[in-house]
C-alpha cells in the first residue's frame, strides 16, 4: 500500500475535525447561551449537598467569577462572570459509608451575568444540559422562568445560592 | 528627601519579599512535604460530605492526577499525583436550608505519589495544613502513621477513597 496515497491523506485530514466535533458539539440551550466546553477545568467556587433534592454539588467559575469571589465581591456579582453547578445523584463511598459522594452525572448548569443582556431574568442567562449526552434543557426561551422561579429566594445575595468556600491562605488585609 | 537613597533603596528591595513571604509561607510538613501554594486553582476530581465528620470536601488533583482521572487510569494512580482534599465545617445554606455546604475551613490535606520515595507508606507521602493559619500536622514524621491507619479500608484502591466523578461529554470510546 503507498503510504502517501492521496485519498488516505485527504481521509487523515479530514477525520480529524471529524473526531473533534463528535466530542465536542453540544446543542446550544434554547436562549442561545452556549456549552462552555472547558467548564470542567474551571476552578472551585464551592460544593454542596442537596438532602432534598438527593444530589450532590460542585459549583464552578469562570475567571471573572473566580477573581470576584477572592476579592469578596459578589454582591453583585460582575458582568462576565459564569458560575456552573455540576449536579450527581448522592451515593455512599464504597469503603466508608457515611462518606455521600457523587454517583450518576444528573446535569451541569450554569449562570452567566450581563446586566443589559439578560435583565429581563435579573441579570442573569440561565442554561442547563441533561444527562451524558448533554441534551439542552427546555423547549423555547420559558425555560428560564422556571429558573428564574426557584432562585426567587435569593433574589437578594444577586440571585445566587452560593456562598465562596473559604480557600487559605486569605489574601493580605482578610 | 534625597529619592535615590540607598537606605531606602535597600529597603524597598527588602519590602518585596517580606511581603511575599507574609503572604505565602507556611511550614512545611513533619515529612518535609512543602504546602502546594496553587491548590486552589488545582482542577476538580470530585466532593464529598462526611455525614460521620460533619464536614463538605472538594478533591482537587495536580494536572498528572487530572489527566489520570479522564483516562480512569488510576488504579494505581501514576508516580507524580498530588490529590488535595479541602475540609470545611458542614452547615445549612442560607436561604435553602436542605442544601449542605461548607461554613468554615477545617484543614486541606494532599496524598502525593512516589512509588519509591513513600515506599513505607504505600506509596504516597502525606501532609495537612490545619485552620486558617496552615498550621502544619503533627510533631513527628510518625504523624503518617495515622494517615495510613484511616486509608487501610481502601488499600485495594490505591488506598484512595475518593471515585472521580464524571464530568461529561466523555471522551471518544467511553
Not at 44 to 63: F, K, P, Q, W
Not at 83 to 111: N, R, S
Request: glycine letters at 8%.
Amino acid at each position: 500500500m503507498n503510504r502517501f496515497s492521496p485519498l488516505l491523506a485527504g481521509a487523515a485530514l479530514l477525520s480529524t475535525p471529524l473526531l473533534v466535533s463528535a466530542e465536542t458539539a453540544v446543542a446550544p440551550a434554547p436562549n442561545g447561551i452556549e456549552f462552555p466546553a472547558d467548564y470542567r477545568d474551571w476552578k472551585v467556587i464551592s460544593v454542596s449537598h442537596r438532602t432534598d433534592h438527593h444530589s450532590m454539588r460542585v459549583i464552578l467559575g469562570n475567571e471573572i467569577a473566580i477573581a470576584a469571589a477572592r476579592r469578596g465581591e459578589t454582591l453583585p456579582w460582575p458582568d462576565g462572570t459564569i458560575l456552573g453547578k455540576v449536579v450527581w445523584k448522592e451515593g455512599a463511598e464504597p469503603d466508608w459509608a457515611p462518606a455521600i459522594a457523587p454517583q450518576a452525572f444528573i446535569h451541569v448548569e450554569f449562570m452567566e451575568k450581563d446586566s443589559k443582556k439578560w435583565a429581563e431574568t435579573g441579570g442573569w442567562g440561565y442554561a442547563r444540559w441533561v444527562g451524558s449526552d448533554l441534551k439542552p434543557y427546555g423547549n423555547d426561551t420559558n425555560f428560564a422562568l422556571e429558573c428564574v422561579g426557584c432562585h426567587t429566594p435569593v433574589k437578594g445575595r444577586d440571585w445566587v445560592f452560593t456562598t465562596p468556600a473559604t480557600f487559605p491562605p486569605l489574601p493580605a488585609g482578610h
